[in-house]
């Protein structure tokens, strides 16, 4: 049985020229949330089909999530509360970082962050990266620095494990929450390891690069499924919906109609994924 139904472009975002497209989010009233990392921008497809743009020009976002007191928190040189109203607050910012890549949450709202410390695009030798971790109290700490091109990030189901992309390794770690070393939880089949989600199994999902799928392994690190996506590099995956059923897979190019570039699919899953909690810092 297939994991998930084909997926299918959005038609409203297929229609708008687009770079390398990242950070899927579905908002509580069903817009669909994503940001454009080359060319700049977040935007929103609403439910009725129109595109918003949320915050003009801001490039490198990687990840977004959601914010308890409303707006969402992006990732990019530095990471901000975006509010509601478009007002910007400075949650992360490290001098001697390139940026923040892909971002996440731990149940309690706590902010998850992979911090990049090379530009691999720009050629430069690789260097150990981390994943950091900003407490309910303003505290930041070192989860780990075991990881060199950190991407997607999620948390096990019962919060004792942070899974993390490495994309130089091909392969996603394993973080325990309190921090220590990381272990690799599962190598990539094909591609690389870009986004990722967790579903209510524990199953991990990896959007796998320029291999143009998504796999899914197990909780115990063994691949289940590959799924075939229409589009030469895919780079990330999300769950949302009432059901936590509809999946967002974001890509840099598309099949369907390949002059507009990267887009947004959407699917349904036989698994329900987990949420991604509001972050509460």
């Not at 060319?39 to 595109?51: K, T």
């Not at 607050?89 to 990049?116: F, K, M, P, Q, W």
Request: charged share 20%; aromatic share 4%.
């Amino acid at each position: 049985m297939a994991l998930l139904s084909p997926p299918e472009p959005v038609p409203a975002v297929l229609a708008r020229p687009h770079s390398l497209l990242e950070a899927p989010r579905i908002a509580g009233d069903g817009s669909l949330i994503y940001s454009d990392v080359i060319a700049g921008g977040v935007w929103r497809a609403r439910p009725d089909g129109d595109i918003e743009e949320l915050l003009p020009k801001r490039r490198g976002v990687g990840g977004i999530v959601p914010h308890a007191d409303g707006g969402w928190v992006l990732s990019g040189r530095t990471v901000v509360h975006c509010s509601p109203e478009g007002s910007q607050r400075e949650l992360l910012a490290d001098e001697h970082a390139c940026g923040y890549n892909d971002i996440s949450t731990t149940a309690a709202g706590e902010l998850l962050a992979g911090v990049l410390r090379y530009r691999p695009l720009a050629g430069e030798p690789p260097r150990p990266g981390a994943l950091v971790r900003l407490g309910l109290d303003g505290a930041l700490s070192v989860l780990s620095e075991d990881v060199v091109w950190p991407n997607g990030i999620g948390v096990s189901p019962d919060g004792a494990t942070v899974y993390i992309s490495d994309y130089s390794r091909a392969a996603v770690l394993a973080v325990p929450s309190t921090g220590g070393s990381a272990g690799e939880f599962c190598g990539c089949p094909d591609g690389s390891a870009d986004g990722l989600a967790v579903d209510c199994e524990g199953g991990v999902w990896v959007a796998l690069g320029d291999a143009g799928a998504v796999a899914r392994f197990h909780a115990d690190g063994r691949l289940d499924e590959v799924i075939d996506i229409p589009a030469g590099f895919v780079s990330s995956v999300s769950f949302g919906g009432p059901d936590m059923c509809d999946v967002l897979i974001t890509t840099a190019d598309n099949r369907v109609s390949p002059d507009t570039g990267g887009t947004l699919l959407r699917a349904r899953s036989e698994i329900a994924g987990l949420a991604v909690a509001p972050a509460r810092v």
